[in-house]
């Protein structure tokens, strides 16, 4: 698992793979799907995640309380991909980032500073198998505890010496 995943926002945003999967229709809509799907599934993939935004919007989301999510808007000057860059180029230990875009200057800079790049198709397929794998692991612990030994249903109504327990108690 790396340290620090960072998302190229808009990258991923407008990449086919997301597009084809998304219901929402504004572009505040997606965003905050994408910063949902992250906030659920991405702490799989690193301890830290940051979701880069160009800054020229003014808006700003709360969608998620998450701590290990931070959600970036690059400042007016900058755009995402430089900022991405340069968050990259002043970290410590780039060998334990992974940065999501398929933009080939940021993909070049970053891999160049020692970061891992990953294309926004890989990370849109990564995350659909994620979600299927959890959400098997969960049906099949789920199945799993629908059967209860008579014991683990006895064990509420009747004490261990096999009395039966008084309703107050």
């Known amino acids: 698992m790396k340290k620090w995943l960072i998302i190229d926002g808009y ?3 407008y990449s086919p793979s997301f597009i084809d999967k998304s219901a929402a229709k504004s572009l505040e809509e997606r965003r905050d799907q994408i910063i949902r799907e992250v906030a659920e599934l991405g702490y799989l993939m690193a301890e830290k995640l940051t979701i880069v935004f160009d800054g020229r919007s003014s808006v700003k989301t709360s969608i998620t309380n998450d701590k290990s999510l931070e959600i970036m808007f690059a400042p007016p000057e900058l755009t995402a991909d430089a900022f ?7 970290c410590n230990f780039p060998e334990e980032v992974t940065v999501v875009s398929s933009d080939k200057i940021v ?11 990953i294309s926004t198709n890989f990370f849109c397929e990564w995350m659909a198998n994620a979600r299927q794998n959890l959400s098997a692991r969960l049906s099949r612990q789920s199945i799993r ?8 249903i006895l064990s509420d109504r009747f004490t261990r010496n096999g009395h039966k327990k008084s309703e107050n108690g």
Request: zero cysteines.
């Open 107 to 117: 993909v070049e800079n970053v891999t160049s500073l020692g970061a891992e790049a």
């Open 11 to 13: 990258n991923l945003l």
């Open 84 to 90: 991405i860059i340069r968050l990259v180029g002043k």
């Open 145 to 152: 505890r629908t059967s209860f030994t008579l014991g683990e």
